[in-house]
């Protein structure tokens, strides 16, 4: 079957002009790569490269383009790996108004701004030796989180809290036509990945969204013990899906977790927001073939 994305626009902030670029193409369990999205440093082939890395100077999209050819040749994608939070999933309500509110009858009387400026102060603060927030259920990690976000430590107030965002009411699909394209995309051949910094919860939380079963693999932080965006974790997923990197496109919300991470795996990355806006783009249509029929712009 042949898959088409509709051209995307405005690429990336730091390009002075517009610039368009053709969808991706998919036919028999492949995705043709489009024209790449600007990268903002140079690569590392290496999977093992650091998770902190410096800051790089901006490569354009003919400068991207010519890289991975030169690399990989004209290759095709044949699985999309999505990020969880901030791409896949959203929260239904803000953090720091669930906070609040639960812990209420727990004695919290933190305002609301108080409660998201502690939760970022405790959040950017380094954690344990190995760098890894998320180890198994990520309780100890989030018991740190919401004691130090409301000055509430109270046990019972931590578990009502960590228990609701594992229900489907504490989360919502970004994308109400998630389903319809990423099955359309299965019935296609391509493969699909969630890649996520979570805790073990996300598998739970999948169900209860009931989208687990979109996916042939799920490769989370704290069952591989590697956070974006440490490269690992995508060549994890790589490996469950049974592709090399350089065959598979990430698409996240976060520039230096999603799009450097995926990079330097050797995956092709999309940011969520900018590159790609919904999954609608990536959408079956039988009358493309696996050559560009002049594909018109957003």
Not at 78 to 91: E, I, R, S, W
Not at 100 to 109: A, F, N, T
Not at 167 to 188: G, I, N, Q
Request: glycine share 6%; aromatic share 12%.
């Amino acid at each position: 079957m042949a898959l088409m994305a509709t051209t995307r626009t405005q690429l990336s902030r730091f390009l002075s002009r517009t610039l368009t670029r053709p969808g991706f193409i998919a036919f028999n369990g492949s995705i043709r790569r489009p024209e790449a999205p600007p990268v903002h440093r140079n690569f590392s082939s290496s999977a093992a490269a650091a998770a902190v890395v410096p800051q790089r100077e901006p490569m354009g999209v003919k400068e991207y383009e010519d890289y991975r050819r030169s690399l990989y040749g004209d290759i095709t994608h044949k699985a999309l790996l999505v990020d969880a939070a901030g791409t896949l999933l959203a929260p239904s309500q803000p953090m720091a108004q669930i906070y609040r509110e639960i812990g209420e009858k727990y004695g919290v009387q933190f305002s609301e701004a108080e409660i998201l400026n502690r939760y970022r102060r405790a959040y950017a603060q380094p954690w344990g030796k190995s760098r890894l927030r998320y180890v198994n259920d990520g309780r100890p990690f989030w018991q740190y989180i919401v004691s130090s976000s409301t000055g509430c430590s109270d046990a019972q107030y931590f578990e009502e809290v960590y228990n609701y965002y594992t229900t489907d009411k504490a989360w919502h699909l970004c994308d109400p036509e998630a389903e319809k394209v990423f099955m359309a995309l299965r019935k296609a051949g391509v493969k699909l990945a969630v890649v996520s910094n979570f805790d073990t919860r996300l598998r739970p939380l999948l169900r209860a969204l009931n989208c687990e079963h979109w996916f042939d693999a799920v490769a989370v932080s704290a069952e591989v013990e590697a956070e974006k965006p440490n490269p690992t974790i995508f060549v994890k997923a790589c490996e469950l899906l049974g592709i090399k990197p350089e065959e598979a496109v990430h698409v996240g919300d976060d520039r230096r977790n999603d799009i450097w991470g995926a990079r330097d795996a050797g995956c092709d990355a999309w940011l969520w927001g900018s590159d790609v806006h919904s999954f609608k783009e990536v959408s079956p249509n039988p009358i493309i073939h696996s050559f560009n029929l002049g594909l018109t712009t957003k």
